[in-house]
């Protein structure tokens, strides 16, 4: 039996891979919550096991089997999580209408301190980053449970084929296999590419302090200067989504004329800019209101996600429940 076994070795050998595990979750099943849930589930079953486990393997290598087998038991109910670009077209303003759906239906935002180990490598830490981008996490979810482990294991965590077979009880050939067509369908789904910011460089901050400026001072001809022509927006749990200058535009000044005022505070999440949205409340104050997650690309932003479940979102990203005035 390895000294791992022992119980004052076992807390704090477990947690050295709690945050890597994590994210691992989190890209297989697309909530941060269903991916803790499934870590604090690993956990519990590696302790019951721990006798089973004899250091053929190393340890690492036995907690993602546990955790793999956790995440394909939860996918095997058939949810996808999805953003709402993936759910319908597009809905040009004057017809567009907030038609909520039930949380289980969207991809979740996750603190990049949840999911991402400290990395000395900056390239290292610039793919994780990549590999947990909304626009990534959704395209994984277009793939079957099995390929969706085998592309994150060997693409984003780079394990060598013999140790996923070895964890997937299965041959290399069929690895290989399952790499090669989880390529192609990520391929077909093409995942919006955005600008490397890890860390911010100097016209990436202007970007958004400009940004945070239009928007507080809802300056709409400011802010149609900062987004693409395509940028789009989207505003969870509604399925709506709206693309294009005009169409945003023309919902900030209908529908979402209710923002104006607001502030904006910075904050980061899926390896991307972030901010917490706070709206003008009438006892005075701001109150939250969206946890705004942005895509930048050729130094323009590409997209504005911002998910309203705010009781769930703040206090994840350990954001203040109120600004003062």
């Known amino acids: 039996m390895v000294d791992v076994a022992a119980p004052q070795n076992m807390d704090a050998r477990l947690e050295e891979y709690r945050t890597e595990l994590t994210g691992y979750c989190y890209r297989m099943l697309g909530s941060s919550f269903e991916a803790e849930d499934a870590v604090q589930d690993t956990m519990v079953r590696a302790w019951r096991s721990i006798e089973k486990f004899e250091g053929r393997s190393s ?23 999805a953003r709402p670009m993936d759910l319908t077209e597009s809905t040009p303003v004057a017809q567009a209408q907030l038609s909520a759906r039930p949380e289980v239906t969207w ?35 277009h793939l079957p ?10 693409e984003v965590l780079a394990w060598k084929a013999s140790e996923v077979a070895e964890l997937l009880d299965t041959s290399v050939a069929s690895v290989n296999s399952a790499l090669q067509r989880a390529r192609a369908t990520l391929a077909a789904s093409d995942p ?9 460089d100097e016209e990436q901050r202007s970007l958004l302090d400009r940004y945070v400026a239009a928007f507080e001072a809802y ?17 969870p749990p509604y399925d709506l989504w709206l693309r294009g200058h005009d169409d945003i535009v023309g919902w900030m000044l209908g529908v979402g004329e209710v923002c104006r005022g607001s502030r904006l505070v910075p904050t980061v999440a899926n390896g991307t800019p972030a901010f917490a949205h706070y709206h003008p409340d009438p006892e005075g104050g701001f109150s939250p209101w969206a946890l705004m997650v942005l895509e930048i690309a050729d130094g323009k932003v590409a997209g504005i996600t911002s998910f309203l479940d705010v009781k769930r979102w703040f206090p994840l990203f350990d954001l203040p429940d109120r600004l003062e005035a």
């Open 145 to 154: 449970p099995k390929q969706r482990a085998v592309l994150i294991l060997r």
């Open 107 to 141: 991809l979740e935002p996750v603190p990049d301190g949840r999911v991402l180990p400290q990395a000395a490598d900056p390239a290292e830490a610039a793919l994780a980053k990549e590999s947990v981008r909304l626009a990534f996490v959704a395209a994984l979810q």
């Open 59 to 81: 340890l690492r290598s036995w907690l993602y089997r546990i955790a793999t087998n956790v995440c394909l038991d939860a996918l095997n109910a058939g949810n996808r999580r």
């Open 192 to 200: 919006e590419r955005t600008d490397a910011a890890d860390p911010l």
């Open 219 to 235: 300056d709409m001809a400011a802010l149609t200067a900062l987004l693409h022509e395509d940028a789009t927006l989207s505003m």
